[in-house]
């Protein structure tokens, strides 16, 4: 009769047992630290919202910043206005941010509408024409005067500094809570702090910042559409017409295209013209469409807290994304703040329809509540 052989179940008392210690598998597998985790995400941990105020609800900024400790306790419901704020600025995870151009004014760069802005202090009162895409580039003096523009808010966008505004936006940005900032500033201070870059044309993947009407520190061919730092020697800024600069420079890509064309043979296709990359009233915005699909992807996203800071909300595409952002956020229970010098219009706020708190003063003053 054959008998099998049989493995025992155990190894003998001869083989010896690799120690576990010699496993190699497990070497560079760090134990992961779980508790340190865990106190962090207690940490982050949004508190519950105590106190919600009636939507409109006016708050003082500048009168409540100058006001005495003792004061501020003593007039407790700003002090719940107050906490209201802070609580927007501190727990909001996914915040939505709209700024205008009084986010720069303590930079040293004017805004546009107020009495003291461009539209009422260049070209003799007028100086809205000069942001008119039809009577810009319609009139050669008008070509002028806008270069004159331009290159002046070129050069004073490059001697100044972001803002402490800019600075918490910023900071908001690196902690992962800003999950977009929509700027109608054309001065770049913004895009000049790390977290709050752009890509310029926009590309994927989305940056922080949306431009919303473009920049003063580019400019593009309207031809070939390349995209160039802004150079304002090339651009004529005085009314000689034997200058060596052009009113609507050619663009040396397009040039240097045509020469190849005509060495090569082919016929010439044109040369385009360089122009600041700035978006003007009358002319269709060539990044309208990405703008518009961002947006839409932005308010797919549970979004818990939208500002809007330093615009009157004048251009009717700015507050429809303004409109749909406070939809949204108040849907979510999060909050909608509108941070301005002055009062909305009534019809703004209509439009908007869910802001919390409207707070009345220098914006740069709200970095104070932090």
Not at 53 to 76: C, G, I, M, Q, W
Not at 323 to 346: C, D, E, W
């Amino acid at each position: 009769m054959r008998h099998e052989f049989v493995l025992p179940i155990t190894p003998p008392s001869t083989v010896e047992k690799k120690s576990q210690t010699e496993d190699h598998r497990n070497e560079g597998l760090k134990p992961r630290k779980l508790l340190p985790q865990l106190k962090r995400s207690v940490c982050n941990r949004k508190p519950r919202l105590k106190y919600r105020p009636e939507l409109n609800t006016v708050f003082d900024l500048d009168a409540y910043v100058d006001l005495p400790h003792s004061s501020k306790l003593r007039h407790h419901h700003k002090g719940n206005d107050a906490d209201f704020i802070k609580y927007a600025l501190n727990y909001s995870k996914r915040m939505v941010v709209v700024s205008g151009a009084g986010v720069s004014v303590a930079a040293g760069i004017p805004d546009f509408r107020s009495s003291e802005g461009i539209f009422s202090t260049v070209n003799g009162g007028s100086g809205k024409d000069l942001f008119d895409y039809n009577r810009v580039y319609g009139d050669e003096s008008m070509g002028v005067k806008f270069n004159q523009l331009m290159v002046s808010l070129f050069k004073l966008s490059k001697d100044c500094r972001p803002t402490k505004f800019h600075e918490m936006l910023n900071s908001f940005a690196k902690d992962g809570r800003l999950l977009r900032l929509y700027t109608q500033n054309i001065d770049g201070l913004d895009t000049q702090l790390p977290h709050l870059s752009t890509n310029v044309p926009l590309t994927k993947p989305i940056p922080s910042t949306v431009q919303l009407h473009g920049s003063v520190r580019h400019m593009e061919c309207n031809k070939c559409l390349n995209v160039e730092p802004f150079d304002p020697a090339i651009f004529r800024c005085d009314d000689e017409y034997d200058s060596p600069t052009e009113i609507i420079p050619s663009c040396p890509q397009c040039e240097e295209f045509e020469t190849v064309r005509k060495i090569a043979g082919l016929r010439s296709t044109g040369v385009g013209k360089l122009r600041p990359r700035v978006i003007l009233y009358n002319e269709i915005h060539p990044e309208g469409d990405f703008i518009g699909e961002i947006a839409n992807n932005d308010l797919k996203k549970r979004l818990d807290c939208l500002i809007i800071v330093g615009t009157s909300l004048k251009i009717p595409g700015v507050k429809n994304i303004c409109r749909q952002f406070a939809a949204k956020v108040h849907a979510n229970k999060g909050i909608v703040l509108y941070l301005n010098t002055s009062m909305p219009p009534k019809n703004v706020l209509d439009s908007l329809k869910f802001v919390d708190m409207i707070v009345l003063g220098d914006c740069q003053h709200i970095t104070s509540l932090l």
